[in-house]
Nanobody
């Protein structure tokens, strides 16, 4: 059974940093393409970043050079390091495989505000 738990959200000042964690079970992170998504109120989830098992990464233009996706194979955990954060990064963040499975976690709220 797939389980995804996103952690690490919170309130951050513009220009600040946060690191999100995605603790997984039922997924072998080492052999999966993993991704982070975000969702604005009333909108569909959108892909933010992805990382294949061979290390090929993708970043949406809006986060390129600011966000970094990584994984810890031993902990079966995926991370999203978010730097130089902007007001428009405010959203609920989710992780999943890519393409995403039907199972989603609760997400973690990120608020960028002064």
């Amino acid at each position: 059974q797939v389980r995804l738990e996103e952690l690490g959200g919170g309130l951050v000042l513009p220009g600040g940093s946060l690191r999100l964690s995605c603790v997984t079970s039922g997924i072998t992170v080492a052999s999966s393409t993993m991704a982070w998504f975000r969702q604005y109120p009333g909108k569909q989830r959108q892909l933010v970043a992805s990382d294949t098992s061979s290390g090929t990464t993708y970043y949406d233009d809006s986060v390129k050079d600011r966000f970094t996706i990584s994984r810890d194979y031993a902990k079966n955990t995926v991370y999203l390091q978010m730097n130089r954060m902007k007001l428009e990064d405010t959203a609920v963040y989710f992780c999943n495989r890519y393409p995403p499975s039907e199972t989603w976690g609760q997400g973690t709220q990120v608020i960028v505000s002064s």
